[in-house]
């Protein structure tokens, strides 16, 4: 991350939801732990989808992404795609993601990440890997900080998309001490 220099991503393929495809992209290193990404993704079956992001990392112990990504999805068919039929995503999809981690004074570190979708589908048509991972994205912000033989830390989750059911969780503290 960081480094000055432009780079183009050509990924050609095939996938019988998506028809033939080209995954394409322009990175940019913007320098000063900076770089950016900018991608325009086309699929015969799916239509054009188009994407900015831009990550950071700094020497002070900030670091973290910003994303989105928009596709006018024309593919959109229950048949097909085994929605549910009262379930059937709009057109127009989008994804929006935020994280960031840095450290805020006396040994501490906050954390969190933020997940605007359109739909409950939208990671598992367009970012399989990582639905397989996690298919329910998390909404969080966390503070935590180590000692000798112990940390603590405090974090809250909460539901952004309505359509999951990850539960809402008040600030939680927890204290761990190590044999």
């Given at each position: 991350i960081?480094?000055?220099?432009i780079?183009?991503i050509?990924k050609?393929g095939?996938?019988?939801?998506?028809?033939?495809?080209?995954l394409s992209?322009?990175?940019?290193?913007?320098?000063?732990?900076r770089?950016g990404?900018?991608?325009v993704?086309?699929r015969t079956?799916r239509?054009l989808a188009v994407?900015?992001e831009?990550?950071?990392?700094?020497?002070?112990?900030?670091?973290g992404?910003?994303?989105?990504?928009?596709?006018?999805?024309?593919g959109v068919?229950?048949?097909?795609n085994?929605?549910p039929?009262?379930?059937?995503?709009?057109?127009?999809?989008?994804?929006?993601?935020l994280r960031h981690?840095q450290?805020?004074?006396?040994?501490?570190?906050m954390?969190?990440?933020?997940?605007y979708?359109s739909?409950?589908?939208?990671?598992?048509d367009?970012?399989?890997?990582?639905?397989?991972?996690?298919?329910?994205?998390?909404?969080?912000?966390a503070?935590?900080?180590n000692f000798?033989?112990?940390?603590l830390?405090?974090?809250?989750?909460w539901?952004?998309?309505?359509f999951?059911?990850?539960?809402?969780?008040?600030?939680?503290?927890r204290?761990?001490?190590?044999?």
């Amino acid at each position: 991350i960081g480094e000055q220099g432009i780079g183009l991503i050509f990924k050609p393929g095939y996938q019988s939801r998506m028809g033939g495809y080209l995954l394409s992209g322009l990175t940019y290193g913007l320098g000063g732990g900076r770089d950016g990404r900018t991608l325009v993704d086309y699929r015969t079956v799916r239509g054009l989808a188009v994407g900015q992001e831009f990550e950071w990392k700094t020497s002070e112990g900030m670091e973290g992404m910003v994303h989105g990504y928009y596709a006018q999805d024309i593919g959109v068919d229950y048949y097909k795609n085994n929605y549910p039929t009262n379930r059937v995503p709009d057109e127009g999809r989008y994804r929006i993601v935020l994280r960031h981690a840095q450290d805020v004074g006396l040994g501490w570190r906050m954390r969190g990440e933020m997940n605007y979708l359109s739909d409950e589908f939208v990671l598992e048509d367009f970012y399989r890997s990582e639905y397989r991972r996690t298919p329910e994205p998390l909404n969080y912000l966390a503070f935590s900080r180590n000692f000798g033989g112990s940390s603590l830390s405090a974090w809250a989750r909460w539901r952004m998309n309505d359509f999951y059911s990850t539960v809402s969780r008040l600030p939680e503290v927890r204290y761990d001490y190590y044999l």
